[in-house]
């Protein structure tokens, strides 16, 4: 896997634009005219972000506009041939932000469908490190084995749950997170199970320093 050669293809319908085999995105070194100049605009690869479900999408330039495109069908589209016009794009081993070409097809809505409930928890999934979600409206604890399955389970990106827990954010879309793999795990667990069972004011739910705090503790 490692000694694979990362190939470059130019996206469909985007002049400047290419997209690799390994799911990332470039522009390529231009000049750009206006009335009074000729500039050269170096090439970059692009920024990803992940969206509220998980996969990796990106900004690119259409025709002057700024448009946002997920990452998967863009590899899908280079490099894939679709010759029945499936509508989906499956990752084979449902890690929605694994965007290799080899690890995608495309296929039908019903087939994409049967296929996550059939396969919904990847082998790296289900080996990934446990982690705690604490909903900070609820004060409800959820024990999670990735945070794959966190974010597959309440619908939003990864990436932030692993800011949570580096501790470079408080919280995200209203949940915060914390290791579950630890040496003091029983502990945690009976902190959490505090949190969970124990009716506070309606400020105290809503802090977020407070539940840290007694994580902390």
């Not at 990803?48 to 990106?58: A, D, I, S």
């Not at 694994?98 to 019903?110: A, G, I, P, T, Y």
């Not at 604490?134 to 309440?154: C, D, I, K, P, Y």
């Amino acid at each position: 896997m490692e000694n694979q050669e990362e190939i470059w293809q130019a996206l469909p319908g985007v002049p400047g634009v290419e997209i690799s085999t390994f799911g990332n995105v470039r522009t390529l070194d231009r000049l750009v005219s206006s009335e009074k100049m000729t500039r050269f605009t170096k090439g970059r690869v692009l920024k990803q972000q992940h969206n509220t479900l998980g996969y990796l999408q990106v900004n690119i330039i259409v025709d002057g506009k700024r448009i946002t495109k997920k990452v998967h069908r863009l590899v899908a589209q280079a490099f894939i041939p679709n010759p029945d016009s499936l509508s989906d794009v499956n990752h084979k081993n449902c890690i929605r932000d694994d965007n290799r070409v080899e690890n995608l097809e495309w296929c039908s809505k019903s087939y994409n469908q049967k296929y996550r409930e059939k396969h919904g928890v990847s082998q790296t999934e289900a080996a990934g490190h446990p982690l705690f979600a604490v909903n900070l409206a609820t004060l409800e604890v959820s024990h999670f084995r990735s945070q794959q399955e966190a974010g597959r389970l309440l619908g939003f990106g990864q990436g932030n749950i692993g800011a949570v827990i580096r501790g470079k954010q408080k919280y995200t879309n209203g949940f915060w997170f914390t290791n579950a793999n630890d040496d003091s795990v029983d502990l945690t667990k009976r902190k959490l199970y505090y949190i969970d069972k124990t009716r506070l004011t309606a400020a105290d739910t809503a802090s977020v320093d407070f539940v840290s705090k007694i994580i902390s503790e």
